[in-house]
């Protein structure tokens, strides 16, 4: 019996059943047998890691197998070519007729069944021999692959595969290519640990005192001082993930809105030598000028004319009747333009003007932005002498008016531009906490479920991230918990700053998945059966992938 039908895929089927799946695959992508080799390499310099991780253990491997005319392959997460180590000029002379190079792409929507991408697609070893390769060019090569998983973060962190020249592959070969693929992995773990220790160190320089509120994150590791875990809740530190993972991170001092309420200055330090980790420290803010969306007022304004700018759900309306309750608990006047409109009514402009100043009752024209060029005339004539309580207009951003509103709103007295949510990054974790407070008391975001929040565009505002809230507190409950997870959310909402950052082939899973869940309702038992993957299988990619 040969060894590709002895080798066996970790969650069971047989490596022949997975050949078969994968010619199908070859297939759907559009790949032909008589297909070419890709001629354009890609780079390769984000494998760095791992090839230092390699180096060492393949120049071992190279003193054993001398002139035995195989070779070794190392390719990277997405089956791009790192390394080649040929023992013979037989199989040198093959792999160059192939083209295998580093910087050639092995994938298997580009090459087909190979040892080297098809490894990365089952996430298990396996064997392909001559025939079996999709890729006639191929054919007249035998291989064992085996991927190689980070142990500390179980991802996927490359693929080793044994090549010769013959009909099957060395039995010998899985034994070897196994025990360098632990070595490979021990290595990486080692450099996991050094970077754990550099952020530790750097956390243990900064918190020589309890009076400083201090906190440190790397990938899969976060350290907070008592000051700091006083301070921070986990959807806190979800915002300062993203900080940390920004690629352009450099040392710069940023305002954040707790979600506490509290307003404070990170100084943010990234920790050298180590990508996605960065050194937090925290001091009160040091001035407190009111927030252009602020819930709760002290004293009434002191302008009687208003603008209230910003984009559609950015709580522009809620904002204008705040300021007019400001002024006293009694009734206010609102012209809602576009329900009239939507109604089939001409707004009463004319008559709301003269009501407003005959009962001195405050008057909100909500959406003036919509008017036609007479009522805006009137509007802009009457702000000119308009006193006692005040008029409150309602538009959309200044840049994104005509002249004649923006002609209104240069007159009112005072102007409120709201920012759009995508640019309230400092604050969006407190906002989104107290929009989950509001819909469903006693619940509370994640560390990554407030990460991934903070990864959306959010083009519709506060009204988007109020539905998409509002249907993650409807999943929380549903299975009887009170904090929020990235499972909670639409799917389309579940990006975090670490799946951000993944690889198109860990992006293509991640999507996989996530619509297997979406499918199965939920059901992890039945989204494995989907995915023809077991249940700690899945667990395992979910957690790697950021689901």
């Not at 409109?341 to 919509?370: E, M």
């Amino acid at each position: 019996m040969t060894i590709d039908t002895l080798q066996k895929h970790p969650d069971g089927p047989p490596v022949r059943a997975v050949i078969d799946h994968s010619w199908r695959r070859s297939a759907l992508w559009g790949v032909r047998p008589d297909d070419p080799t890709p001629t354009v390499l890609v780079d390769t310099a984000s494998a760095d890691p791992l090839l230092d991780a390699a180096r060492p253990v393949l120049d071992d491997a190279a003193a054993r197998l001398a002139d035995t005319n195989m070779s070794l392959l190392l390719v990277d997460h997405e089956c791009r070519m790192v390394s080649r180590v040929a023992f013979g000029s037989a199989i040198e002379r093959t792999l160059d007729d192939l083209g295998a190079a580093p910087g050639m792409p092995f994938g298997e929507e580009i090459v087909g069944t190979t040892a080297l991408g098809t490894p990365a697609e089952i996430r298990g070893g396996i064997a392909v021999n001559s025939s079996e390769h999709y890729l006639e060019r191929f054919k007249s090569i035998s291989c064992f692959g085996q991927p190689i998983v980070h142990p500390a973060t179980r991802r996927l962190a490359g693929i080793i595969c044994m090549s010769e020249t013959a009909e099957h592959i060395n039995p010998l070969a899985v034994p070897f290519v196994n025990g360098i693929v632990a070595d490979i992995a021990d290595r990486l773990l080692d450099r996991s640990r050094a970077h754990q220790r550099r952020v530790l160190d750097a956390f243990q320089r900064a918190a020589p005192r309890r009076d400083i509120a201090v906190a440190a994150i790397g990938d899969d590791l976060q350290l907070t001082n008592a000051p700091a875990a006083e301070l921070l809740s986990p959807a806190d530190i979800g915002a300062l993930r993203v900080l940390a993972t920004e690629p352009t991170l450099r040392a710069m001092v940023v305002p954040l809105t707790l979600v506490s309420g509290i307003e404070v200055e990170v100084g943010v330090e990234p920790v050298a030598g180590v990508g996605g980790a960065a050194l937090f420290r925290f001091r009160p803010a040091a001035h407190t000028s009111p927030r252009p969306a602020a819930a709760t007022r002290t004293a009434p304004v002191a302008a009687t004319t208003i603008a209230v700018t910003g984009e559609p759900g950015t709580g522009r309306t809620t904002e204008a009747h705040a300021l007019a309750a400001d002024h006293g608990s009694g009734p206010t006047l609102t012209v809602d333009v576009a329900e009239d409109l939507i109604c089939g009514r001409d707004p009463d402009i004319v008559g709301s003007i003269a009501r407003a100043r005959s009962g001195r009752v405050p008057l909100i024209v909500d959406g003036v932005d919509l008017l036609d060029d007479r009522s805006i005339t009137l509007l802009t004539k009457a702000a000119a002498s308009w006193s006692g309580c005040p008029l409150i207009v309602v538009s959309a951003p200044r840049e994104h008016v005509t002249a004649g509103v923006a002609a209104l709103i240069g007159r009112c007295g005072r102007r409120i531009d709201l920012s759009p949510l995508r640019q309230r990054s400092s604050d969006l974790a407190a906002t989104a906490s107290a929009v989950l407070q509001r819909l469903a008391p006693g619940m509370r975001l994640s560390g990554n479920a407030t990460d991934a929040l903070l990864c959306q565009d959010w083009p519709g505002n506060i009204a988007e991230l109020d539905a998409v809230l509002r249907q993650a507190a409807q999943s929380c409950a549903a299975r009887a918990a009170r904090i929020v997870e990235p499972a909670d959310l639409p799917p389309t909402y579940r990006t975090t700053s670490r799946a951000a950052h993944l690889s198109g082939r860990e992006q293509a899973e991640r999507v996989a998945i996530v619509d297997a869940l979406d499918h199965a309702g939920g059901n992890k038992v039945h989204a494995a059966r989907e995915l023809g993957i077991s249940r700690t299988t899945l667990y395992a990619r979910m957690r790697a992938l950021g689901i």
